[in-house]
T-cell receptor
Framework: DVKVTQSSRYLVKRTGEKVFLECVQDMDHENMFWYRQDPGLGLRLIYFSYDVKMKEKGDIPEGYSVSREKKERFSLILESASTNQTSMYLC????????????FGPGTRLTVT | GQQVMQIPQYQHVQEGEDFTTYCNSSTTLSNIQWYKQRPGGHPVFLIQLVKSGEVKKQKRLTFQFGEAKKNSSLHITATQTTDVGTYFCAASGGGADGLTFGKGTHLIIQP
């Protein structure tokens, strides 16, 4: 089974802190994605990556950056956390695009106070 | 990226009743995927539709892709409590811009 793991299930940070969310997949997938999920807004794509060291902006990249130094690991970085970044963050991976299913991790619920 | 509108946002049904959620786009889609998210869980892939007019079935679930490839539906026959959750459609325009998810339909089942 494909496994996508995320470093934390719950995280509480203060405004202005630098936050790292880590995602690891074990199926040698080419593509990895970061979404945020908010009530009433569904899943919104923040960033994605098709290869190591490659990144593409999604629909809502402002305030975020990403890093993919190894194929299996995709990190989401909040340079200076703000309260409006309180959300559920979901990582996903897929073998390719656009006709492949995405496998999601369990999510990280981030609260910024 | 693609814009997909999903309706309704919420659907309350009595156990045993049928349920349908709809996904619509103003542009032609290359494919459409459906995911289910149980309460407290993460989205799990259900199915993908690629061909115009395609219909696929999974037990009590029926998935359709419109002839013009601009809309899709998921129909559940005789809902059960295990069907509770949020159903998302996700579409790709065919380029390298990933999937765009609809906002989801929350299915609430009353016993």
């Amino acid at each position: 089974d494909v496994k996508v793991t995320q470093s934390s299930r719950y995280l509480v940070k203060r405004t202005g802190e630098k936050v790292f969310l880590e995602c690891v997949q074990d199926m040698d997938h080419e593509n990895m994605f970061w979404y945020r999920q908010d009530p009433g807004l569904g899943l919104r794509l923040i960033y994605f990556s098709y290869d190591v060291k490659m990144k593409e902006k999604g629909d809502i990249p402002e305030g975020y950056s990403v890093s993919r130094e190894k194929k299996e690991r995709f990190s989401l970085i909040l340079e200076s956390a703000s309260t409006n970044q309180t959300s559920m963050y979901l990582c996903a991976s897929s073998p390719g695009t656009p006709f492949y299913e995405q496998y999601f991790g369990p999510g990280t619920r981030l609260t910024v106070t | 990226g693609q814009q997909v509108m999903q309706i309704p946002q919420y659907q309350h049904v009595q156990e045993g009743e049928d349920f349908t959620t709809y996904c619509n786009s103003s542009t032609t889609l290359s494919n459409i995927q459906w995911y289910k998210q149980r309460p407290g869980g993460h989205p799990v892939f259900l199915i993908q539709l690629v061909k115009s007019g395609e219909v696929k079935k999974q037990k009590r679930l029926t998935f359709q892709f419109g002839e013009a490839k601009k809309n899709s539906s998921l129909h559940i026959t005789a809902t059960q409590t295990t069907d509770v959750g949020t159903y998302f459609c996700a579409a790709s325009g065919g380029g390298a811009d990933g999937l765009t998810f609809g906002k989801g339909t929350h299915l609430i089942i009353q016993p």
